[in-house]
T-cell receptor, first 111, second 115 residues
């Protein structure tokens, strides 16, 4: 069946370093992807999205890379800060349809 | 606060009891979604509404679960005869089909504990 999954369940980085969180998806027909951040006790928060006609998109301190050949998605966070500590989910969403979440990666920032 | 709100934030109940959760979406959003999230996992889709119509239900939504959105605004999710396996975070999200963005905005969730 379709699935969206993450390679690493946990990631610890030093404050100020760059973080890279990876994700694999299995449905080659997927054309829209989102990264969500979820802090303890809160709902998922949209970080950045990318459509399949792009291979890179940049936001403020975050960059999403999409490699359709190997069905791989990554989230790069520059100059990681303590406030970035959270669980990060990659997700696949067809147009105006439900979000299919991966299992999540827990990012811990060491001060 | 004009975001998605959910009530209650926490609910503890005994097995076999019925519980009802409420979600108030962002006011101009016509789509409303319910998800369930267990510890260490990503949220799983349960059902969604467009206005008052329930358009899709996951196979996760057993006959003990029912959701309504009677006036196309707030929604309720009821679980009858709760089981310990129902313990989870229940998330609500809303979105609009009138804009160019597909973004779903999530509420803070209702954490259910079934004893």
């Amino acid at each position: 069946g379709e699935s969206v999954g993450l390679h690493l369940p946990t990631l610890s980085v030093q404050e100020g370093d760059n973080s890279i969180i990876n994700c694999a998806y299995s449905n080659s027909a997927s054309d829209y992807f989102i990264w969500y951040k979820q802090e303890s006790g809160k709902g998922p928060q949209f970080i950045i999205d990318i459509r399949s006609n792009m291979d890179k998109r940049q936001g403020q301190r975050v960059t999403v890379l999409l490699n359709k050949t190997v069905k791989h998605l990554s989230l790069q966070i520059a100059a990681t800060q303590p406030g970035d500590s959270a669980v990060y989910f990659c997700a696949e969403i067809p147009l105006y349809d439900k979000v299919i979440f991966g299992p999540g990666t827990s990012l811990s920032v060491i001060p | 606060d004009t975001g998605v709100s959910q009530d209650p934030r926490h609910k503890i109940t005994k097995r076999g009891q019925n519980v009802t959760f409420r979600c108030d979406p962002i006011s101009e959003h016509n789509r409303l979604y319910w998800y369930r999230q267990t510890l260490g996992q990503g949220p799983e889709f349960l059902t969604y509404f467009q206005n008052e119509a329930q358009l899709e239900k996951s196979r996760l939504l057993s006959d003990r679960f029912s959701a309504e959105r009677p006036k196309g605004s707030f929604s309720t999710l009821e679980i009858q005869r709760t089981e310990q396996g129902d313990s989870a975070m229940y998330l609500c999200a809303s979105s609009t089909t009138s804009g160019s963005s597909d973004e779903q905005f999530f509420g803070p969730g209702t954490r259910l504990t079934v004893l």
